[in-house]
């Protein structure tokens, strides 16, 4: 099938946290069109039921690609990528790539045998969590924290508020104080929203943490699933799209224009 060389790359997301894959993303393919959608009515995912995600994010991706008629579209979304993936695809007639806990890579690397998977509530206890943590780190204690209120730090980062450092130091406490917590030395940030605090989380951590997350994977395997394919000889502006517009978003403005995002719409 032919593909129009404006057709976009759709980026969807709870909130801003897709940036951490839409970034690598622009940096593999720097001229691809892109649209973010951010649900921003159903934010935080992570503290939802799996039925009422598994209902929302394929309805809410079968209107975005009618609108916007994308090449590809990217649950850049831990929790919605594990709960709804499967959903989407069949829903949609374009490919969807979604976005897997860096489990692999962590017990590859991890010299202790002991990581965490620092995710939120909903994507911390799915089975495909368990499958992961079986079938790459079986000889590896795997460790689970679940934490919302690290989400609604790294939205107050990106609309430029004040940060309170206790959230990091409480979240990372939540994987250190369970046992084998002491020769944890790596962390999966199992939520796009993560690496946008990694910087609090170093910081917050007692002693030296490896953090791993899977941006560069995806962007890869956004380009392999899009090789061959035409793009416009030189980048445009891109769209940021939500489902609900108020003051909140528009403080996101100045961030948004840092990812190449310079339109903002309501869905």
Same mark, same amino acid.
């Given at each position: 099938m032919t #593909?129009?060389? %404006? *057709?976009?790359?759709? &980026?969807?997301?709870?909130?801003?946290?897709?940036?951490?894959?839409? *970034?690598?993303a622009r940096i593999a393919l720097p001229t691809a069109p892109i649209v973010y959608a951010a649900d921003s009515a159903g934010f935080p995912y992570g503290t939802k039921s799996e039925a009422e995600i598994a209902a929302r994010v394929p309805a809410l991706l079968g209107r975005l690609v009618e609108r916007y008629r994308p090449r590809l579209a990217v649950i850049a979304c831990n929790t919605a990528s594990t709960i709804a993936l499967q959903h989407v695809r069949a829903?949609? %007639?374009?490919? #969807?790539?979604?976005?897997?806990?860096?489990?692999?890579? *962590?017990?590859?690397?991890?010299?202790? /045998? #002991? &990581?965490?998977?620092?995710?939120?509530?909903?994507?911390?206890?799915?089975?495909?969590?368990?499958?992961?943590?079986?079938?790459?780190?079986? %000889?590896?204690? #795997?460790?689970?924290?679940?934490?919302?209120?690290?989400?609604?730090?790294?939205?107050?980062?990106?609309?430029g508020e004040p940060l309170d450092?206790?959230?990091? /130091?409480?979240?990372?406490?939540?994987?250190?104080?369970?046992?084998?917590?002491? /020769?944890? %030395?790596?962390?999966?940030?199992?939520?796009t929203h993560f690496p946008l605090v990694e910087a609090e989380l170093a910081a917050a951590a007692p002693r030296p943490l490896a953090f791993l997350h899977?941006?560069?994977?995806?962007?890869? /395997?956004?380009?392999?699933?899009?090789?061959?394919?035409?793009?416009?000889?030189?980048?445009?502006?891109g769209t940021a799209v939500f489902t609900r517009l108020d003051q909140g978003i528009e403080l996101l403005r100045p961030a948004l224009a840092g990812y190449g995002l310079a339109r903002i719409e309501a869905l």
């Open positions: #593909v129009a060389s %404006d *057709a976009p790359i759709l &980026f969807f997301d709870s909130g801003v946290g897709g940036l951490s894959i839409l *970034a690598p829903a949609l %007639d374009i490919p #969807v790539a979604g976005t897997v806990p860096a489990i692999k890579p *962590a017990a590859l690397q991890s010299k202790s /045998r #002991v &990581f965490g998977v620092l995710g939120t509530d909903a994507t911390v206890r799915q089975p495909y969590v368990d499958r992961l943590a079986a079938e790459h780190g079986a %000889d590896c204690t #795997v460790l689970r924290h679940g934490s919302a209120a690290l989400v609604q730090l790294a939205e107050a980062k990106l609309r450092p206790a959230v990091a /130091r409480d979240a990372l406490s939540g994987l250190l104080n369970q046992p084998g917590g002491d /020769r944890m %030395d790596t962390v999966v940030l199992a939520c899977g941006g560069e994977g995806i962007a890869r /395997r956004i380009a392999w699933l899009t090789q061959g394919q035409d793009w416009p000889a030189s980048p445009a502006p």
